[in-house]
């Protein structure tokens, strides 16, 4: 589902955000990608998610070469990618329902199909009653909850998120991490880059460990 | 591994492309022409502001081809009513001048002749001019009788009328023939050019509410840098995230178009009485013409297509420099 061969990111100062990573995370994997801050984290997510291209090598994603992609197609790519971020980049002028909702209204779905699909993600994430909800009035774990749902209400085939349980405490982001694992046993492809690496060691998932932009260690789970 | 095997598959068979969809398309474009103007009702202030100056700037060169538009209607009525004075010799008398008019009256192309009598003229002169008492010191009238000679409609053309005017001229006791129409060309001559600096108003004026709304929109995208980007995120198409923005400046264009209307229809109601008083002075039954169905409805399609220009360039220009980061 994702592959890199070779990968690296080298910005315009000459730093390398990735050097020479290669992986494969095939359909239904659940991955946590971990390593100290500046290893090169949010480096690889970016470039499964076309917010920055590599410097040399190739990334597929769900069966699309990223390296060749138009720049029009971008938009495409990323509703076939979930995205969830650790200040979670939700529109506070907006209720919780059209918040979740914004991935199918972009994508041109029906008014009724959308209103289904919103409140099943909703309800799996166990927001259903705060749907007309601002986000500036829910906690910080709700919020998370709603960038999660905004990220698989639409079913795409691969889900990232980065540092998703950075601001929580542990409870919580014991909740999310099982909630995710709630997505990956209906068949969804997690990426989930941590350094909580108590948490994700209890977990029984494979662990890609990045250092210095490397990729050190890959160990199944 | 049948099972990966098989989720492979569907995912890629479930790619997402560019779907189009007419209903869906057409309903989405009235939902966020109907939540941008939300939008702007939610700032009535600011939309207010903007949308005056549009006006402002619409209703200037509006409302000036209005009046140039009336003066050469004006211009037009007078064209009908070009005249040729015959100023006869002074040694010409009332008889003379009778059979004059006799022989005018039989000639092609003239509809109708009239005499001012020398003394007739010399009253009326000195009604108009105020030289009375200088007049009166005279110890005979200096003026000459003149026949008024109105050509009809196929003679009244400068070309036809300057020809009857030649021909007229060679009569008996004629000492020289003037066509009235001198001054009409001049007053159309001046309200050509009146017609070409309303033109060029319009132009720069035209620009104006393209910057104007350009701006605003500018102004509207950098508020909206952190939405704009998280809908790049999810996946939302330039297109997509155009579309608000478009449909802002199309309403500002149409709003400033409104207003500007409105101000053309105030001023020409605050002109209507002193230029009916005035065309009252000059005998005329002239009235201000105002806007008609067309004129409105032009001056309604082309603000609104400015402020669709204008936001369709800073749309351009602003749009492509947000991508998330």
């Known amino acids: ?221 | 591994m049948a099972r990966n095997t098989h989720r492979k598959n569907r995912a890629a068979s479930q790619l997402s492309t560019r779907n189009y969809n007419p209903a869906i398309w057409l309903i989405r474009h009235l939902q966020v022409a109907i939540s941008s103007l939300g939008r702007l009702s939610r700032a009535p202030f600011s939309t207010l502001m903007t949308t005056a100056v549009i006006g402002i700037a619409l209703a200037l060169p509006a409302g000036l081809h209005l009046l140039v538009g009336n003066l050469q209607a004006l211009s037009g009525s007078w064209d009908g009513a070009a005249s040729i004075s015959l100023f006869l010799e002074q040694k010409v008398e009332r008889d003379q001048a009778d059979l004059l008019i006799d022989q005018l009256e039989k000639q092609a192309g003239i509809t109708e002749v009239r005499l001012i009598s020398r003394e007739q003229a010399l009253n009326e002169f000195k009604l108009l001019s105020g030289f009375n008492d200088a007049l009166e010191a005279l110890e005979e009238n200096p003026l000459p009788n003149v026949i008024v000679v109105v050509p009809d409609e196929a003679h009244s053309e400068p070309a036809e009328a300057e020809r009857l005017v030649t021909e007229i001229e060679k009569l008996n006791g004629v000492d020289y023939a003037q066509l009235d129409l001198q001054w009409v060309r001049r007053f159309h001559g001046i309200t050509e050019i009146a017609k070409r600096g309303v033109l060029v108003l319009g132009a720069l004026l035209g620009l104006a509410v393209l910057l104007i709304v350009g701006n605003t929109i500018r102004l509207e995208i950098q508020n909206r840098h952190a939405e704009i980007e998280i809908t790049k995120l999810i996946g939302a198409t330039n297109a997509f995230i155009r579309r608000p923005f478009l449909y802002s400046g199309l309403w500002y264009g149409f709003f400033g178009g409104i207003i500007a209307w409105v101000m053309i229809v105030l001023s020409l109601w605050l002109l209507a009485g002193p230029v009916s008083q005035l065309a009252g002075l000059y005998n005329s039954d002239f009235d201000l013409s105002g806007l008609n169905l067309l004129t409105i409805a032009g001056l309604l399609c082309g603000s609104a297509f400015l402020g669709l220009l204008g936001s369709w360039i800073a749309v351009g220009r602003h749009l492509s420099e947000i991508e998330p980061t």
Do not use: W
């Not at chain 1, 910005?11 to 290669?22: D, I, M, T």
């Open chain 1, 1 to 221: 589902m994702i592959h890199f061969d070779n990968v690296t990111k080298r910005y315009a100062e000459g730093y390398e955000g990735l050097s020479n990573v290669s992986f494969h995370i095939k359909p239904g994997e659940m991955v946590f990608l971990t390593g100290h801050s500046g290893a090169g984290k949010s480096t690889l997510l970016k470039l499964i998610g076309l917010l920055e291209r590599s410097t040399r090598g190739q990334v597929r994603v769900a069966g699309r070469n990223l390296t060749r992609l138009k720049k029009r197609e971008i938009p495409y790519h990323r509703r076939d990618v979930g995205m969830i971020f650790q200040d979670h980049r939700l529109l506070h002028e907006l209720t919780v329902f059209d918040n979740v909702a914004m991935p199918l209204v972009v994508a041109g779905i029906g008014h009724l199909e959308t209103g289904r699909r919103v409140r099943a993600a909703l309800d799996k994430v166990g927001l259903l009653h705060k749907e007309r909800a601002y986000p500036i009035t829910l906690s910080g774990g709700e919020q998370q909850r709603v960038g999660i749902a905004r990220a698989v209400v639409s079913k795409p085939p691969v889900v990232l998120a980065d540092e998703p349980t950075g601001n929580l405490d542990p409870a919580l982001s014991r909740e999310i991490m099982s909630l995710f694992e709630q997505f990956n046993q209906v068949g969804v492809t997690l990426l989930i880059a941590t350094h909580d690496i108590e948490l994700i060691s209890r977990m029984n998932h494979r662990i890609m460990t990045l250092k210095q932009s490397r990729l050190v260690e890959d160990s199944a789970g």
